[in-house]
């Protein structure tokens, strides 16, 4: 697999990159772009278009590129993997998200990659700020299987929750998902998905809630109890809630993190990234300090043992693991490129999704969520 | 980042040093970039522990108020558990998987004769020496096994003293991670409870014995009233087809009339007893409703004619006639309320109206009113009016004639087939009495013509006919009834007899009376039935009865008997059999 890839901070920069990459005959098939909404991303959109390749993007809140020239973290920025493939082993498809719920998307998805190949596995982008990322994941599921391998995110718009987007080649969607799917005869595709938050609290009981919406708490509306434990205004929601989710005790089942991405403040409701059960048991979480590098670090070595190969990483890393820990989160990243050397591109998400090794897939938020692809030696 | 370190990299990237430390500029710059991004790390940590220690001490604030207030539940909670344990009028105990006491609550040790810390840690044999029950031991192991409850484990402890009945329900207890660590078993002395059961057991075999016997006099009593009402109403048939004088001709139908009410009162005894018993079952057949109500009019017209009171039955084009139900019974209500209607009116007339209330499917509800314009019913009598033994008194002078069971007997039979009854008066202007029932439609010869009358027998001219009857009043009646019908008559005085003759001629008919000396009714046809098997020989035999329980008819039939009359019979009513069998 030939991988190039480039940093920019502008369309004019991306035009650029993209012309001196190709500058010697490189041809690639299939394009990976995480942008920020500064961008003009409908722009980037009508550049790729006439250029017969797959596009496989969405907005972003901050990006990184780790490569042989870059090793960058930016926000405002673009990055971009240019790869050449065999064709006939992969497949990318636009969906839109449109009147209908996230778990009917996720079917859709679902569907058209075990159509497209009898055992894929699948990188997803989802856009939209109501999109529940666990619905979904339980959409595709439900039809593709509980074991399919799937690692992806949502997209972001640095921090704004107004709009965020995913595209491909040919059309820009602010509420839908863009698929990648891999034939996994071709390819070995493994990831590790790990965030190191931890509890803080009484339980507390999710009294009323629909889907991804939280009304209240414990008997009192959601946004109150918000502002009241964490001490902040109506203003400082959404983004303060993002580095202090809610987790859910599941019974028998590792607990999930579920982090704010919306307030209604006339409803005093809070909006989630992913479903938050009625009758659910949570608690309040928060990162336990700068020792949850040394976590993640740990993680991304035990992975690396067990999967020394890889031709490309990507990376979704939940936003508020970058708030949390600023411009250390270098060091977690640093730890994946010294480990393979190979390419490592990412964003800021607003959630994850990822199996962790060889486990069945979910939704996550605060993760550090890292996909390996790799081309099989026996294809070439 | 650190301006004043950005200055001194701009400053030094601007200074063009001598070309021998153009090298060590480029590693100054180096590392003071390095220096520029480790002092942003730390300044960001700074920053973002000032961020997070305001909120995390709010959450923590807030989690401690949470936590004290979870903590004063527990108190709480403990306290009530606490005096929970103390008052309850069970025996409480907790104990660990070795079974031994760990917590016991004051009943338990008031029961075990000890102070509770004497209790703890020892096993249930150390504190009620001579316990062995090795059953309710087991039972407690399995809960522990199981990790289920077990409920209503009932025992009789042997107590020093006295013998205890307890009732025990065992739960396991489990710790935060779900291992079971012990049980909870709560106990209930049931002694007294036990005591009460016994006394209602016995108390109910007493009452049924009594209901039984109760029953068992009214079956033997009615038999033993129907023999002589058959002689009294038999005899007067037969005397009023002999020549009599006019003032005769009234005295006769005197005895007539009180032979008839007190036949009429004997039937109201039965029915009511049968009720009472719950052993009145419902005949539901299908049946032509205005058939039904020709034979009522029959009957009740020539009855008000007799008081000079127009008696009418008006139906509403829109009731179904053939219906499925007990029309015996039916009968039985509309004579009941109509008779009543005749006694206390004086003047004017009666009708009967048939309305349908609704209809759904193949299920109708009809309406049965009975208009009089009588004395009326004063209010204060309306309510009672369907209880038993219950009878309006006009005055203080004047009750009114009857047993007080009609009505009663009239409510509990709609209640039985599901449908209601009641009544509106005006004293001084009349009474309507009314019961609705339901009925299922039959859809059975909906098109056909109504079934034919039994045919009126023209005569049984020369046919033989052989009698068996002990009562020599029951032969001269039922031999009358037969000569006028034409039979010839052979009359015996017992079975054996009866049996004998059967040897002697060919009989078209036999009728056997059931209870009679040396051979009863059932013997005799049993026997004759027996001798005919394997032949093409079948002789008619019908039975003659007293006992007119419902139910006893199988047992007739099982004997091999054609048909049973039951006694007292009319002249129609034993044609009416003949003519099934032989007719």
Known sequence: MVVKSFHTDSVKGFRQAWADQTAGGFNPNAVVVFSSVELDLQEIVSFLQPRNVSVFGCSSCGEFLYDEHNQVITEGGLVCLMMALIPGTFEIRLFSGKDQSSFDLGNKVGKWAGDVFEKPAILILGSGLDTDGEQLVRGIQHVAGNDITMFGGL??????????????GDKLENNGAIAMAFDTKNYEIHGIATSGWVSIGADKIITHSEG?????????????VYKSYLNVRDTDLPEIGVEYPLLIKKAGAPDVLRAVINVDIEKKLLIFAGTVPNGAVVTFSSSPGFEIIEYTRNKVNEFYEMNRETDVLILFSCMARHNALGPTISEEIDEAW???GKPLAGFFTYGEIGNNYNASCDFYNETFTMVSLKQKPDVT | MSLKILSFIEELSNMQPPEDFSGLKGSIIDELRKINSEYDKLQFKYERSNKDKNILSSLLTRTSVDLMKVSDNLKIRAEEL????????????????SLNYMIVNRSFAELAGVASDQIIGKKIQEIFPGYFNHEYIKKEMEVLESGLAKYNIEEEMDLQDKKRWLNSNIAPIRNAENQIIGLIGISWDITERKLHEEQLRESKELAEAGTHAKNEFIASISHEFRTPMAGILGLSEILKNSALTPEQTDLLKGITTSAENLLVLLNDVLDFSAIEAGKMEMDYQPFLLDRVMEDISLVMKMKAAEKSIIFNILTDPGVPNLLIGDSQRLRQIIINLTNNAV?????????????RVDQSGNKANLKFEVVDTGIGIPPGSMDSLFRVFSRVRQDKSKLISGTGLGLSICKKLTDLMGGTIGVESMPGKGSTFWFTLPFTLSNLQKNKPDPPLPEETTGFTKKLVLVAEDNVINQRIVSFQLKKMGFEVDMVGDGQEAFEKYHTRVYDLIILDIQMPLMDGYQVAKAIREEEKGTIRHSAIIALTANAMKGDRELYLNAGMDEYVSKPFTYEILQKAISSVIG
């Open chain 1, 155 to 168: 997209a972001g718009d640095d921090a704004r929750f107004k709009e965020t987007f995913v595209f491909s």
């Open chain 2, 343 to 355: 006694k206390f009116t004086e003047k004017g007339k009666i009708d009967v109206l048939i309305t």
């Open chain 1, 212 to 224: 991804n919406v939280v009304y209240t708490i414990d008997g009192q509306p959601a946004l109150d």
């Open chain 2, 82 to 97: 606490s005096t929970l344990l103390a008052t309850i009028p069970a025996y409480v105990y907790f104990k660990d998987t």
């Open chain 1, 338 to 340: 010294k480990n393979w």
